[in-house]
């Protein structure tokens, strides 16, 4: 069983070089699962933190938990069934409302669909949405966003057979009723949902797919209607794909690996490579990699910030 810890921090300079960073609060919650846990932080600065639990059970499911600025939980609300849920996603609106969005597949028909669903600012459940499956195959959610109206914008894929994806995306009003559905196959390559963005008046959602040559990434805008604007993808992409990657406020995708050095690339909508960074690692480790990159991210100014991990592996003689 695995814990995760909250940690608002406060940076207090002092007078030696470093800097001492004393936390506000901790709050610590069980929790399962290899994915990640989401945080979020609404318009009156409580805390939301979304993971996966196997508590009830028997299998995962999701559970989110709310917090105000001073670290009392506020309320705590779980959604389980006999199929293993994980939460992948979540976003709040200007009402500070919860939504948190996930797969959902079944051990006995080895059905996959996604549920979204809405909690309230005080935590009661609002609606629930799911988008299923045929048995045996799969749908999978990749993003939700919130538009200027606060209608709910869907991005995932579908996995109808063996080496075949599609897009998907989904528009729900705040009631949670459908306006619109629309998907886009891609026959050639069949690309599966990576992360998804608003840009102006549209979507981008950005997809990967796996070939011998490397893997391929696949630009997919639509308006707000549901219409496609314009599709693009890669060249094949070589290197190792780690799971650091950024969209950013004019669509871009930059994408983090590392193969022996850090390297961030940065691809525009058209399918272009405009650039990449390199940086070679500190710490060469002769039995494998010894560091990752975990998140990229930009600040107003447009400067990047990337994020590591490091893994320390000995050889025991």
């Known amino acids: 069983m695995k814990n995760f810890a909250l940690y608002l921090l406060l940076l207090i300079p002092v007078i030696t070089q470093a800097q001492q960073i004393n936390p506000l609060w901790v709050s610590t919650e069980e929790t399962d699962g290899n994915n990640d846990v989401i945080v979020l932080v609404d318009s009156s600065h409580d805390v939301i933190v979304c993971g996966s639990t196997y508590s009830p059970g028997p299998v995962l499911g999701f559970v989110t938990t709310k917090y105000d600025p001073d670290g009392n ?78 209608n709910l914008l869907i991005l995932g894929y579908t996995h109808p057979a063996a080496n075949e994806f599609g897009l998907l995306a989904v528009k729900l009003n705040p009631a949670g009723n459908e306006i619109w559905n629309t998907t886009y196959e891609e026959g050639e390559y069949g690309y599966g949902g990576l992360d998804a963005a608003r840009v102006d008046d549209h979507i981008v959602f950005w997809a990967q797919n796996g070939s011998p040559e490397g893997l391929r990434f696949f630009a997919w805008q639509i308006d707000m209607d549901g219409q496609t604007i314009k599709t693009a993808h890669t060249d094949p992409y070589s290197d190792y794909f780690e799971s650091g990657y950024y969209i950013d406020q004019v669509g871009d995708l930059y994408i983090g690996d590392h193969a022996g050095e850090y390297k961030v690339t940065k691809f525009t909508l058209d399918g272009i490579k405009a650039w990449e960074y390199k940086k070679p690692l500190i710490y060469s480790n002769p039995n494998g990699v010894s560091a990752r990159l975990r998140c990229i991210s930009s600040d107003e100014e447009g400067l990047f910030i990337f994020l590591a991990r490091f893994i320390w592996m000995i050889r025991q003689v």
């Open 73 to 150: 939980q506020l309320w705590q609300r779980r959604y389980d069934t006999f199929a293993t849920d994980l939460i992948t996603t979540a976003a709040t609106d200007i009402t500070n409302a919860v939504y948190v969005g996930g797969s959902s597949v079944n051990p006995f028909t080895g059905q996959t669909q996604f549920i979204v669903i809405k909690y309230s600012a005080n935590g009661d459940t609002l609606w629930q949405y799911t988008y299923g499956s045929i048995p045996g195959a799969g749908t999978y959610l990749s993003r939700i966003l919130v538009d200027s109206a606060q």
